[in-house]
């Protein structure tokens, strides 16, 4: 009851703690912390630091520019968040609303104050504004969120494709990011949320693979654990962190460090580099998605060696289980007619016939799949069972009927033997499955097999010919 209960409640309670010391403490109360502000002059930059430390010490990091042009500059380059320069009785501000609308404001008031402190008027000019339709320079972030997410989804749906080879689940995602990143754009340059900047397909394209190729990595490692460590990554981690919501600069510095490698929130820099500070600041965050998209193709590929070294272990012997001694006698056979009849023999392609129940689609395992003999050759799909059925001269039989069938007596696929004699099956359960095997003409065979994780097992058997008379009735 407690181990049953624990892995119900292990998932969302590490999902509520990683929202609750996350998203709570990282946006409960923006404030500015390091700002980098550009002041023109060196005079003026000493003044104005000592005010703002006064005012809000640790908050800002001024630096000296040239002038007002330079200090502008700044801004468009992304060096800094605001540029300030004085002249008389009058101060300018430059702010990019590109940068977030709450961040704007801040940088407003506080500079409102400064300025009266010196008797000074305040004008506040915005070197990159947003589209109209995005007042407040927050809408960006939902078009990250749709390029992200459902890519972290695709990863754990791609789990179930137990067929697909590598290259086939990458040119998955490759078409799935090119078609979502396309659509998206369009979709927002129509509502008149994004500016007509088509580069930006190129970075929403990169993001969705980072993270689906991540996302796709990480899975063997993580196994049960994946949804708990994708969804900490790519959602818990990632949206508070982002700069979407509060301005990357208004988080504590903790959470400022922790967004440095995130690419939720790289591909948001990315993006605002593109479409609005004509490219500038664009160069890192793309070479941090790319890491991630690197770091995902790795895992993948240490994945195939370590399933290519690990496979091939626990064969199980014939006559383990269900092999009698070769008698005929008639009990035992009215047993076997028994397993016959559970394992549905007859024609038929080979293929999953009855799927397990699935508690949660977020915990799905891989789906019972009969392979093809090959793939397993020539691809780089690891079955988790193989073998081989032979009849009592050790000639191959083809076409018998293979039946798995799980501890709780659910059938969970059922497949053919080739022409070689042999079968094979992925996405099984780890733990003790029973392999039913029947042929017409021959007696059924049940052994017992231990999957374990990493591990292929493997069932051979030896069907004997069944004696002609009432017990020789033909499989249909």
């Avoid at 008389?88 to 009266?116: C, D, I, M, P, W």
């Avoid at 654990?225 to 990632?238: C, D, E, N, Q, R």
């Avoid at 009215?334 to 009849?341: F, I, K, Q, S």
């Avoid at 799949?369 to 073998?387: E, S």
Wanted: hydrophobic residues 45%; proline residues 7%.
């Amino acid at each position: 009851m407690t181990v049953t209960l624990a892995e119900a409640l292990w998932f969302p309670v590490s999902l509520f703690l990683g929202m609750l010391f996350f998203f709570a403490p990282a946006l409960h109360a923006p404030q500015p912390h390091h700002v980098r502000v550009a002041v023109a002059g060196p005079v003026a930059a000493r003044q104005v630091g000592s005010a703002l430390s006064g005012r809000l010490p640790g908050g800002f990091d001024v630096t000296a520019v040239a002038d007002g042009r330079a200090a502008r500059r700044s801004v468009l380059d992304r060096d800094t968040v605001a540029g300030f320069r004085q002249s008389g009785r009058h101060a300018v501000l430059y702010v990019a609303k590109a940068n977030g609308a709450s961040l704007e404001q801040t940088l407003t008031t506080v500079f409102t104050q400064v300025a009266a402190g010196n008797h000074q008027q305040l004008t506040v000019t915005d070197v990159a504004p947003t589209e109209p339709e995005d007042e407040l320079g927050t809408t960006l972030l939902y078009f990250a969120l749709a390029w992200s997410i459902p890519a972290y989804v695709l990863a754990t749906t791609l789990l179930r494709a137990v067929t697909f080879r590598r290259r086939g689940k990458l040119l998955t995602i490759a078409g799935v990011a090119a078609g979502c990143s396309a659509v998206g754009f369009y979709v927002g340059l129509w509502l008149g949320y994004l500016p007509d900047r088509p580069a930006a397909m190129a970075v929403s394209f990169l993001l969705t693979t980072a993270v689906a190729t991540a996302a796709s990595g990480l899975a063997p490692f993580t196994r049960q654990f994946f949804p708990a460590v994708a969804m900490g990554l790519f959602i818990v981690m990632s949206i508070p962190t982002s700069g979407g919501a509060v301005a990357a600069p208004m988080l504590p510095m903790f959470f400022q460090h922790v967004r440095t490698v995130m690419p939720l929130a790289n591909g948001l820099d990315a993006l605002r580099g593109v479409l609005y500070f004509d490219g500038a600041g664009v160069l890192e965050p793309v070479l941090v998605l790319c890491a991630w998209v690197a770091g995902g193709i790795a895992l993948l590929g240490l994945d195939f060696r370590l399933h290519g070294r690990k496979g091939g272990a626990l064969a199980v012997q014939p006559g383990e289980a269900g092999d009698g001694d070769g008698d005929g006698d008639e009990d035992e056979n009215e047993n076997e007619n028994e397993n016959e009849e559970r394992a549905g023999a007859g024609g038929g392609g080979s293929g999953p016939v009855s799927e397990p129940p699935v508690e949660d689609p977020a915990l799905e395992t891989p789906r019972p799949t009969a392979l093809p003999v090959h793939a397993h050759r020539f691809g780089d799909q690891v079955p988790v069972l193989t073998g081989r059925v032979q009849d009592g001269e050790g000639r191959p039989v083809r076409g018998a009927a293979v039946t798995v069938i799980d501890a709780r007596g659910r059938q969970l696929v059922r497949s053919v033997t080739d022409g070689t004699g042999e079968y094979a099956a992925a996405g099984l359960p780890a733990g003790h499955l029973s392999i039913v095997v029947s042929a017409p003409g021959l007696h059924p065979m049940v052994h017992q097999a231990l999957l374990q994780t990493g591990l292929t097992a493997r069932a051979d058997f030896a069907l004997r010919h069944r004696p002609q008379g009432r017990h020789a009735r033909q499989l249909p």
